[in-house]
């Protein structure tokens, strides 16, 4: 497994580096049985380290955790935590899924745009009706199966996940509603 350990405006030293390496690797290999890469990110927020982990898997899904504490290892603690629950919860589905997917989750390219967020109150007309772009970027939208998704979408912590259903091909949402279950937009039912 590639590991991508860095700090923002942070040391990160071997010491940390080489526990990460370790404890991590055990934590996702034991769940996954091929890991592609982790990446790991130390930061600091006033008084407390945060650590940021996202392991991508060789079955295409994506998992995420983030830990705090007011010392660094115990921040990585915390965070690796999370991720070995995570992967714990869902270690079937990953192991079946891995036996079942005959090829690899494949990734389609899409354009994806951060626009600018209204400043000001509420009751002010905007100049004009088409929103200002500040950013352009590169996403990848996934072939998965609903189920898929879901468990896409529960490892990695989003609110919503954007992907092609295997089943025909078009776009389709999954995404968490406020009381807690998980919506499926199909918009393919409807035509």
């Known amino acids: 497994m ?4 860095s700090g923002k405006q942070i040391d990160v030293g071997d010491a940390l580096q080489a526990h990460v390496k370790t404890e991590l690797g055990e934590t996702v ?3 996954a049985q091929r890991p592609t890469d982790a990446t790991i990110v130390f930061s600091r927020n006033a008084y407390e380290y945060l650590c940021e982990a996202t392991v991508h898997l060789s079955t295409g899904l994506t998992a995420a955790a983030r830990g705090q504490a007011t010392e660094v290892y115990s921040a ?3 965070c690796r935590e999370k991720m ?6 869902y270690k079937r589905r990953l192991r079946d899924h891995h036996r ?7 990734f389609a390219g899409a354009p994806m745009y951060v626009l600018a967020a209204n400043e000001g ?15 352009e970027m590169e ?7 609903v189920g898929e998704a879901v468990m ?7 609110a919503m996940l954007v992907f092609r259903n295997e089943k025909h091909g078009k776009v389709n949402v999954v995404h968490r509603r406020d009381d807690g279950n998980i919506g499926w937009i199909d918009p393919s039912v409807g035509s």
């Open 76 to 78: 990585f603690e915390a």
């Open 84 to 89: 070995d629950k995570q992967l714990r919860r």
């Open 152 to 158: 896409q979408m529960e490892l990695s912590g989003s």
């Open 100 to 106: 079942d997917r005959i090829v690899p989750v494949e």
């Open 2 to 5: 590639r590991y991508q350990i």
């Open 139 to 145: 996403t990848k939208i996934p072939s998965l199966s």
């Open 29 to 31: 290999e034991k769940y």
């Open 121 to 135: 109150s509420e009751e002010a007309e905007p100049e004009s009706l088409q929103p200002m772009i500040i950013a």
